[in-house]
């Protein structure tokens, strides 16, 4: 994974998307000719994986002066404890004080999707998890989704922004619409493997029209080796997708001589969930995960001044002066 | 409040924001030159209150052929049941299949912000609902999220992306950065009532430095009449805002001939805390509420085929044709 | 229904099921050349539904001496309330004291049986439900129990013997080894038309090899009017039959002009699974329940002497003298 | 322990005890002139002690033909785990396919009290557990219940005729109506001393008239060396047997030199309440077990058919093929 | 009831039993000659039955100045509201400023008595209550805490010195220690009957050495028309009290012609108790209750000074000045 | 600490304040010239720190027979199991059989204060706890608390009376009121130090007007170094004293240069409330326990006569004969 270059947003840089009252702000201080040197620092609301610090990086690379200017950080993909300092900026307050609400709006809605791919993969065990939430997000901010989804270590995502961003290929099977569209399932599958490049895995979406066992075996036996795997995801109204539907399937296939075909499982996955079909010793080789992480709650965080014109500063119930935190690395 | 015309971005129309079997599925259908007229309908997960319909229908504008289409729906703001058919896109479906990402997406992250701050304006018996939470959400949706949050009944909201949507003007009193940097409260205070414009809301955040009742009566003194009102945001390190704060903080105020000068309160306001406020009889004239609304769950929304060429059709555990509802409007 | 008439077993009369200390009690007595009129009363540890007095008034009418005997009972199918005198035996103690034993245990038994069907039968507001439990418990009770099933409200049930003790038909469909040995379900339900008399019930079990709706329609179409009725018993490895499930199946037979073929559902009903079915609207025709009945405890009775030779008596705990209940008829 | 030998009942013979729909199908079999050999596997739904194999094989070897058949099981008195295949049988399906209901029934039953006595056996630490239960179910399975508890580890039972399936001695004391036929408990326990032979134990139930240390301080003193033991039988409405009444009566039985006089405990007893019992260091010598025992769920059973002319089959949810189980034995 | 004059105690006058730093505070106000008129009020921390006013009032009028005073309070067992205004005092402040401590002191503690008192008597619907709780506290306060459960409404108390302040007759039966000490209930109960006077209730403790049932009967044959009643107190060893028994003891003293005879129950009564006899319809003709009402918590108080010099104040937290409350009347 | 003598009130030998029945008792005996020797003992209901056997000790020294008596008894301060016997007394019955009543009445109370006493030691991990609870009991017993608080393990109290009885010095801060009277709390606290002589600590008060940090560094910087420590008191009203609160006070002194400034912390404290406050490693130098204490439920005791001239005997549900226990020693 070699992620693209971060690029501000002018409605960003222009403060249209900050709270109003920063503005106001740099207004005032700035009729009141006053502008120290002010160190901000940035804790989260809760442990978690930080997210964003790249995105956050760019823009106080635009806005900062060079020669005044000294930032810290956590780094991308790192954990980060409960209100422990994970970014500190020291600079001329004027510069950066418009930024605050998209340095914290960054910060805290990448690393509450990282965060939350993050504990799906560590229940996960090894077998590969796929971000397919796209479809639960407003389309603004889809591929920063998926690209933190990827960052808390999801092996691939299925919006080609998100992948774009991560710098890998985007993941795909087939929605039921096609299936519906073209009426079966087993014809939806050998159109879709007779025009799309070999490059692109074959999987068949096996839950639209017939009972999943049986068609597993229709498409495994239409497709033959050139079958990658087959998905699962039954909806709820029939029970959803059981550990002993996909030991069921694995045996049908099994004994049908299909070994090579993989089974994905999607449908309502969550850490819960994966845990369950990994204790019932289910044979899943990937779950498709959807609003888990692309609903998951942003990590609030706080910024703060702790420091003016060099004199330790806090408001009431914060600690005046610098924070210490040795795990910080410069990066402007 | 008169909104904006929405626009659709182009990384939504390139299908950039797509699920990528979107785009393999439209490529294989041209490919078989397959493109029935089919329905497509959109149910949400939970009952709530719709928002983003009017961004759908921008897009479907641009992209449905304007001799062959059908759109029925929900109004933005509506309350929408569980599982009520809220959407319904009768069209080919090449024109609009590329777009079911985008579409669910939009509907469900509006509609998750408008109808957390519902839940908000409800229980909060007529006190004006301010929308403070863009510092929780990254900048890309920072103003939609405010839309929303203004659809689902707030009365203001401080990012000026947001209100220019909603077409109102954003709303804010000051940040503890200002009085950090100028280092006392009634010298920002004051400053602020210098440069502002006289048509912007005097309103002192009084918690920085000293006792929240003390300073209350400090910036009083200080403004008199000019004075509109306080904010209390007291840390919870400082046990956070209580009723009995505010009600001590009304009677000092009151007692010291400042009856004018209403009451503001913020810092971690859910519905929850709305009802214990006004329980508690607490004299509050304004709530400001962050990561309740904008860190709300999106609503996930199913997008389901139930009629190919004018025949009833449903995949497994949905039940074929369209599903009746009175309630629609027909918009495009 | 016109049952048959109850029989006391051999086992019985011989004492052989007895607690040994009985026999004891009547050696001893008969020893000791005691034998005074005592009143025994039976009491029910909870409330529910009266069943196996009849067979109880059988064994009395056998062993009690016409000349000197008095026996006082609710009726079969009667409710009983907590710690309600049901039964009240007035006899010289020797005549009966040995059968006290079969006495409260086919009370128990039976009231037990007869009280599950009844809650399930007061859920399912009209709806048939047949008793199909014969399977999980010791075939010596089988019949017993379905016609404890029947006192408490079923229209049906399953084994012959039940049957025959309520005085009716038996109830059955087919079961998953006539279809796995035939190897097809379409051709398990024509072989079952065409050799079953035309009296019994056309019902075919839908869910062994395909998809419930997908076979529900095979098997309509291959039988049309002659089908009856269609089983769903989906077992919980695939999710169990959901309510959704119900509903999807009436549509497609409906919507295939099969509105005649009615609906059964069977596999873990139970009073809670009842009310799901009826709250969610699902059009169930019929319930099958297996182990709620058959498996539900025992109402265990307690025996007490309240009067020995006309004076009240009791153990400590108990209060002496006849226990008044002006619902008690006299059945000898 | 030396058990009878199990003889099938006519009426299970007959399948009059079966579920209609067995019937149904061995006659369409025959008339379509199908008797394939089949497999059928039974499974428990959930883990126990298995009882009643020895009952099912009298039946298979009754009905399987001699030169076609293998059947394999676990043995009577064994753990079974949950879903564990306990009893493989094959042979042409008409030969056995009748008796599915009768074959499930009995291990159902059975095991449910077998693995219910093990439960309070296994808490009570080498204390001896008698099954007392015989008053809780219908006469028609006191002796096989009292039989399964045998097998799940009981030392005694009270009905003859689950002793003489068991092959040993029934247990008893003496029934609360014995003394208050005869009005005093010390009269009744000389009564009993003095018609009932030596061999019998002479247990006296102490809670009838008196305070129970005071009544077996009476009895003791009547009986001397002769007597065995009390039993504590306390009802509920005096708040049951408790711990510090075990210890206290057993002080004062020490005090007055009898220390040979052992004290049972019944009434309400279950593992529960026989841990309490030990936690509480109370000295019983023995427990009476009704209800918990006689009363117990049975633990129903699945038969699957899993291979059809040797050919792996199973209905959809089921592995198709021989369920492996090298803990089986070959038993026909 | 005429209750006696309250007389404040040397070490209260002295300052002895006060928290040091009052000692502190009217020294140095003394040395620094600061006496102002001071309005000092006093706030429940939860609602209750005010008790111990009068002990404070006659505190009050020895030490504050004739002519320079104001009290205002509820009355002596008078329900009060949480946070209710319960005592105002106006005077110089160095005249009370030192028994703040006995004030709150006083008020805590009594109040906690009567308002568990009270508990006990609204629950008990006209049952009378005895308080019987002497030997659950120090003797220093066993008289004031039988008073302060009169005031809460209890018919009587066991304590002479709480009796003597309630301007009542104590109340008893007898101890267990006098008939183990006599060897025999009976023998006890006589002599208490020969030697005290006829004014002195004849009731008799009958669980010491036999069946409570069988006890009651045995003094009710010996006293005949002079029993008045029988005790129960039966331990939680023998499963305390129940309903049941209570119905039982009256059933065979009626059966035996002993209707005259009243029954009392005592032992671990709490109103929870005292409301499962009430709704068991256990014939209770009075209840003895011990630790519920003597252990009761203190129902802290609050003091705060509102108005120094005639100006409002207040301590942050609270609200300056007069605390509103038109229940109060004027007691000094 | 060197505890005073205890001396018996005049209304306890008078046997004023014991249960009326004990003085009926005696005088029963008296006439019926019963006065065998009889033992005594008394037994807690659950564990805890015994309280109280001095004052006993006190009471028994003066009414037995000194030529016939036998005392063994526990410890002050000792730890005792539920239900341990934890004095036994000889003696002829009639010299201490009227104290009863306040021999349990004086272990009950006093236990259950050192009890609650002792929990919060145990979990303050060597930080000292001051007994503060005076204010919220009767000033009958506020010395005897405070007393009882000592024995178990607190390192001062505030009251003179509970100091002298315990042999140390009262520990005292100032109060509200004082600061109150005087307007302001520096001024307090320098008149505080004006005054006081120079054993006293200077602890200020310092949540009365300002913010608790800001106070603080005022009063530091007006004692400098003799200022001993802070209190911080504030008001569930404005959220309680958090550990935040602590540590910032802590970080904001030590800025200042006043290290040496100690912290104590009171208001609501109670062992949960001190878990809280050293896991979240708030750096407390002290803790003021108020009606946690004060206001423990008492450890009702039972008394039982166990041998009468030398026999063992008991009421039922107790053991006959003396109760071994080996930690007892000989007191008397």
Redesign the interface.
């Known amino acids: 994974m070699k992620p693209t270059e971060f690029e501000p947003?002018d409605?960003?840089l222009s403060?249209?998307?900050?709270?109003?009252?920063?503005?106001?702000?740099i207004?005032?201080?700035r009729?009141?000719a006053?502008n120290?040197v002010?160190t901000?620092e940035v804790f989260p609301s809760r442990a978690g994986i930080l997210c964003?610090i790249e995105e956050v990086k760019a823009l106080l690379t635009r806005v900062l002066p060079e020669d005044n200017r000294e930032v810290w950080a956590l780094s991308e993909g790192e954990a980060m404890g409960r209100k422990e300092a994970l970014l500190r900026i020291t600079a001329p307050?004027q510069s950066y004080?418009l930024y605050?609400?998209?340095i914290?709006?960054?910060l805290?809605?990448?690393s509450?999707w990282a965060t939350a791919a993050r504990q799906c993969v560590e229940v996960a065990e090894g077998i590969p998890i796929i971000s397919?939430g796209?479809?639960?997000?407003?389309?603004?901010?889809?591929?920063?989704m998926d690209y933190s989804a990827i960052v808390g270590g999801c092996d691939g995502c299925?919006?080609?922004?998100g992948?774009?961003l991560a710098g890998i290929e985007?993941?795909?099977?087939?929605?039921?619409?096609?299936?519906?569209?073209?009426?079966d399932t087993v014809e939806a599958t050998v159109?879709?493997d007779r025009?799309?490049p070999s490059e692109?895995s074959r999987i068949s979406l096996v839950?639209?029209?017939?009972?999943e066992?049986?068609e597993s075996l229709r498409v495994a036996e239409a497709l033959g080796d050139r079958l990658n795997a087959v998905r699962l995801d039954?909806?709820?109204?029939?029970?959803?997708v059981?550990a002993?539907?996909v030991?069921?399937v694995r045996?049908?296939l099994d004994?049908a001589g299909f070994k090579h075909v993989k089974i994905l499982v999607s449908g309502g996955i969550d850490p819960e969930r994966i845990a369950y079909f990994i204790e019932s010793g289910a044979p899943v080789d990937g779950f498709g995960v959807?609003?888990y992480i692309?609903?998951a709650?942003?990590i609030?965080?706080t910024a703060?001044?702790h420091e003016?014109d060099g004199k330790?500063?806090?408001?009431?119930?914060?600690?005046?002066?610098i924070t210490p935190n040795p795990r910080l690395k410069r990066i402007l």
């Open positions: 947003a409605t960003v403060g249209e998307t900050a709270d109003i009252y920063f503005a106001h702000t207004d005032i201080l009729r009141e006053t120290p002010a901000m964003g307050y004080g605050e609400t998209a914290v709006g960054v805290a809605h990448c509450g397919f796209a479809r639960h997000v407003h389309p603004s901010v889809a591929g920063i299925s919006s080609a922004s992948a774009k985007p993941s795909g099977t087939m929605p039921h619409a096609l299936i519906l569209v073209m009426g159109a879709f025009y799309m692109i839950d639209t029209f017939k009972d066992a049986e039954t909806p709820s109204e029939r029970g959803g059981t002993d539907l030991k069921e045996v049908r004994l959807g609003s692309s609903g709650r942003p609030d965080c703060d001044l003016v330790p500063i806090a408001k009431r119930g914060r600690t005046p002066g």
